[in-house]
């Protein structure tokens, strides 16, 4: 059965600092990893990995996929209290179109 | 270019009782998709349609839960009866084989 594994679940830093948060996967057929920002709402789109070593950057947020060890890591730095959300990781495949999701990070920046 | 559109966004109801939610993916995309999250949780599968076909209902409840997709765009989920687990943001996604975009969701309580 396919799995997404996220570390840590919980997360409580102060703005300035800089997080890392993992997942890690097993699937059949991997086809890519992706990562959401989810705050009370719906998930929001921040990157679709695809191939390994390759760094996928906007602003103060990066992600990189390591598809020997089967994980990924999304960086924020300098964090804000506006990134006080849930990161969802989630895998795709089967030609991109069947999603696994993680349990999700629950990051808490405090001012 | 619009986003995913669900309706209702809240939904209250008492347990044995029905209820339907509504959804219209991005325009062109065949692949529609309904989750179900549950507070502190990953979003869950329930059903996946590629067109007015359905991919993978595995996880979906059948003696309670259906879902339709007559024309191949739009689509409902319906929920009879309720049960106090149904508690939950219901997702709708839909993908044109590159991610997955998300609708607003909606949050049902089931009292």
């Known amino acids: 059965e396919d799995k997404v594994v996220q570390s840590p679940l919980s997360l409580v830093v102060h703005e300035g600092d800089t997080v890392t948060l993992n997942c890690s996967y097993e699937?059949?057929?991997?086809?890519?990893l992706l990562w959401y920002k989810q705050e009370k709402k719906a998930p929001t789109f921040l990157f679709m990995l695809t191939s390994s070593g390759i760094e996928k950057k906007s602003g103060r947020l990066s992600s990189i996929l390591d598809k020997k060890e089967l994980f990924s890591i999304l960086n924020i730095t300098a964090t804000q209290t506006g990134d006080s959300a849930v990161y969802l990781c989630?895998?795709?495949?089967?030609?991109?179109?069947?999603?696994?999701f993680g349990p999700g990070t629950r990051l808490s920046v405090l001012p | 270019e619009a986003g995913v559109a669900q309706s209702p966004r809240y939904k209250i109801i008492e347990k044995r009782q029905s209820v339907a939610f509504w959804c219209n993916p991005i325009s062109g995309h065949a692949t529609l998709y309904w989750y179900q999250q549950i507070l502190g949780q990953g979003p869950k599968l329930l059903i996946q349609f590629q067109n007015n076909g359905v991919v993978d209902d595995s996880q979906l409840p059948k003696d309670r839960f259906s879902a339709e997709r007559l024309k191949g765009v739009d689509s409902t989920l319906k929920i009879q009866p309720a049960k106090l687990e149904d508690s939950a943001v219901y997702l709708c996604?839909?993908?044109?084989?590159?991610?997955?975009?998300f609708g607003p969701g909606t949050r049902l309580t089931v009292l």
């Open positions: 699937v059949t057929n991997f086809r890519s």
């Open positions: 989630a895998v795709a495949d089967n030609y991109g179109q069947n999603f696994v």
């Open positions: 996604a839909s993908s044109l084989g590159q991610g997955l975009f």
